[in-house]
């Protein structure tokens, strides 16, 4: 994929990409990525609200939010989640993966379990890992875009998903919604639909995957382990 400086990219994104710079070129181990994410573990009880039912997953996709709340940060949506705040979906109650912020991203369900985030029984909530990106006051997005980036990378590696099925919740049309396709993530969308922003996320995110060097062959496959980095909430 080529860089967003290419010709036709967004002012949007070569706005941001001139406040985060690029992405250095320098080899990096899975577990250096997944230190430089820094994930939080704040988990929804299990049992409770969006995991009051045993739903596995095997994640094929990873989709992305914009949370679209200009108040609260991702501890806020974490409490907000933990206490069954937000309601909604095929359980009764909203849920996601991660939500990211600038300096931080909040875990509130193990990738091997099943959200409320896409498209009721669809196959964006059987089958994608949610992440949420926060738009509250005072929140760098420029930074939350590029650390979403690298969580999505380190998810790709860990989780055997390819970059052409990282996804805008737009792409997973809602039932009975109008319009079926949401606006989302807003800011990485044109008019609505994906464009030159969301492909120069796409480019952000591939450029941070291509970082990554796999382990030598006489170490254990991490890629079949939980990211160090990336907690699984606990049971």
Same mark, same amino acid.
Do not use: W
């Given at each position: 994929m080529?860089?967003?400086?290419?010709?036709?990219?967004?002012?949007r994104a070569l706005s941001w990409e001139s406040q985060l710079g690029p992405v250095p070129k320098t080899p990096i181990t899975p577990q250096q990525l997944s230190q430089i994410v820094r994930v939080v573990s704040d988990p929804i009880p299990?049992?409770?609200y969006g995991r009051r039912l045993d739903r596995?997953?095997?994640?094929?996709?990873?989709?992305? *939010?914009?949370?679209?709340?200009?108040?609260?940060?991702?501890y806020a949506?974490?409490?907000?989640?933990?206490?069954?705040?937000?309601?909604?979906?095929?359980c009764g109650y909203m849920c996601w993966h991660f939500t990211v912020q600038?300096?931080?991203?909040?875990?509130?369900?193990?990738?091997?379990?099943? $959200?409320? *985030?896409?498209?009721?029984?669809?196959?964006?909530?059987?089958?994608?890992? $949610?992440?949420?990106?926060?738009?509250?006051? $005072?929140?760098?997005?420029?930074?939350?875009?590029?650390?979403?980036?690298?969580l999505t990378a380190s998810l790709m590696?860990?989780? *055997?998903?390819p970059i052409s099925n990282v996804v805008p919740h737009y792409h997973w049309p809602r039932p009975r919604a109008n319009p079926p396709n949401k606006d989302c993530p807003h800011f990485l969308l044109e008019d609505g639909k994906p464009g030159a922003t969301w492909k120069w996320f796409l480019s952000r995110v591939e450029r941070h995957y291509h970082r990554i060097q796999a382990p030598s062959r006489n170490q254990p496959a991490l890629a079949a382990q939980p990211s160090p980095g990336i907690p699984e909430a606990p049971a």
């Open positions: 080529s860089s967003c400086a290419t010709t036709g990219s967004s002012k299990k049992g409770k596995p997953m095997k994640p094929r996709y990873i989709t992305i *939010h914009s949370t679209q709340n200009y108040s609260g940060d991702a949506h974490a409490k907000a989640l933990k206490k069954g705040a937000l309601r909604g979906g095929v600038e300096d931080v991203v909040v875990q509130h369900l193990p990738t091997n379990e099943r $959200g409320e *985030h896409a498209d009721f029984d669809g196959p964006g909530n059987r089958y994608s890992i $949610g992440i949420e990106m926060c738009e509250h006051k $005072g929140n760098n997005l420029a930074k939350t875009i590029d650390r979403t980036a690298e590696y860990y989780h *055997h998903i």
